[in-house]
C-alpha cells in the first residue's frame, strides 16, 4: 500500500517562491514514477510535471522555466519547487506515484496553494 503526504503549501505573493515536499511510505520508492498535479475550484484537475525512476523529468507548458520537479531517494520525498508564482498558480497540489509497469496510480491528498497579494 502507498501513502503519500504532501506539504508546504501556504500563502505566497505573486513572484515568490514555494517548495512542496511529498513523502512517499513504499519500500521501492525508486521504481516509481512521481508527478504533481494541481486543482483549481470549479476546474479539472491539470497535470503538472512527473519525474521518473531514472530522474527524466517533464513539466506542462504553464510552468515550464518556474517549476522544477526533484526527488531524494533515501529520503522517499519528492519536491515541487515553484518560483515566480502566479495567481493563477492557485491550487490544491497533489502528488502522485505511479509504480513501473504497474496500473494503479496513487495521490495523496493535497496541499493548498494560494498566490495572492
Known amino acids: 500500500q502507498v501513502r503519500l503526504v504532501e506539504s508546504g503549501g501556504g500563502l505566497v505573493q505573486p513572484g515568490g517562491s514555494l517548495r512542496l515536499s511529498c513523502a512517499a511510505s513504499?519500500?521501492?520508492?525508486?521504481?516509481?514514477?512521481m508527478g504533481w498535479y494541481r486543482q483549481a475550484p470549479g476546474k479539472q484537475r491539470e497535470w503538472v510535471a512527473d519525474?521518473?525512476?531514472?530522474?527524466?523529468?517533464n513539466y506542462a507548458d504553464s510552468v515550464k522555466g518556474r517549476f522544477t520537479i526533484s526527488k531524494d531517494n533515501a529520503k522517499n520525498t519528492v519536491y515541487l519547487q515553484m518560483n515566480s508564482l502566479k495567481s493563477e498558480d492557485t491550487a490544491v497540489y497533489f502528488c502522485n506515484a505511479k509504480r513501473n509497469f504497474f496500473k494503479n496510480v496513487y495521490w495523496g491528498q493535497g496541499t493548498q496553494v494560494t498566490v495572492s497579494s
Open positions: 513504499v519500500i521501492d520508492f525508486r521504481l516509481y514514477t
Open positions: 519525474i521518473t525512476s531514472g530522474d527524466s523529468t
